[in-house]
């Protein structure tokens, strides 16, 4: 009974992976072909004053927005961790999803910036910067040398609010789940654009960021269930 329960959710996780890589493929195209991005981005930026609609340097906005979830997001990995290497009841499994999901969702699609090369609004040529505007697909000018790669795609802050959707493969009751992923995309796309209204991010950072952060979720869940079926005797 418990292995075709665990059955039906690989297929169910297995639906979600390929939308999600779908809708992935998708988001793609519409940041290299589109022009939203820009679009939006320029109601966040003052032409006249050159000055984002935030002020990166604004101590309360900063703290609320960028330092405190990252503190209280660094004290829930403490809690599950903890609770995974003590607790003897049988939600062990599911905190050591959590934490799994908390540690390595911002380790890897945090880490993903490192090697696109794309730089943040604030640096581009458009907003008085001093790079050019090229998109994921694009070619840099051949005479342009950067002393530094770009690391601005995809969001790299707003993971630590996405990772929660870890939370709707990891609670069991429905409604538990449908509030994990609803915290995680309100949490995710609020740090999202405190960033996008001061120029660290686009849109496109951000869209890319909630769909891989919620592809990483799947797979962990995957691994998790694959693992638990293993442990089950056979039917």
């Not at 297995?14 to 320029?42: E, H, K, P, R, S």
């Not at 960028?66 to 503190?71: C, E, N, R, T």
């Not at 990483?216 to 005797?233: C, F, G």
Request: charged share 15%; glycine share 6%; with cysteine.
């Amino acid at each position: 009974m418990e292995n075709s329960i665990i059955s039906l959710r690989l297929k169910k996780i297995d639906q979600m992976i390929l939308a999600t890589l779908a809708l992935l493929a998708l988001a793609l195209i519409f940041v290299q072909y589109g022009n939203f991005d820009v679009w939006l981005q320029n109601k966040f930026f003052d032409f006249a004053q050159k000055k984002w609609l935030v002020d990166k340097t604004e101590p309360v906005a900063k703290f609320f927005f960028y330092q405190f979830p990252k503190m209280l997001f660094s004290l829930a990995i403490i809690g599950c961790l903890l609770v995974s290497l003590f607790s003897k009841t049988k939600n062990r499994r599911k905190f050591i999803l959590i934490f799994l999901g908390f540690a390595l969702i911002p380790l890897i699609a945090g880490n993903v910036k490192k090697f696109t090369n794309v730089y943040c609004p604030a640096q581009l040529e458009i907003y008085g910067g001093a790079k050019p505007y090229i998109k994921i697909f694009s070619s840099y000018p051949q005479d342009f040398k950067a002393e530094k790669r770009g690391q601005c795609f995809p969001a790299g802050h707003a993971v630590t609010g996405f990772a929660l959707l870890i939370l709707f493969f990891a609670l069991e009751k429905k409604s538990n789940r449908i509030l994990g992923f609803c915290a995680a995309i309100i949490f995710g796309w609020a740090m999202g654009t405190y960033q996008m209204l001061k120029g660290a991010h686009f849109f496109g950072d951000t869209l890319i960021a909630m769909l891989l952060c919620f592809l990483i979720a799947a797979i962990l869940a995957r691994i998790n269930e694959v693992q638990l079926a293993k442990t089950l005797p056979k039917n």
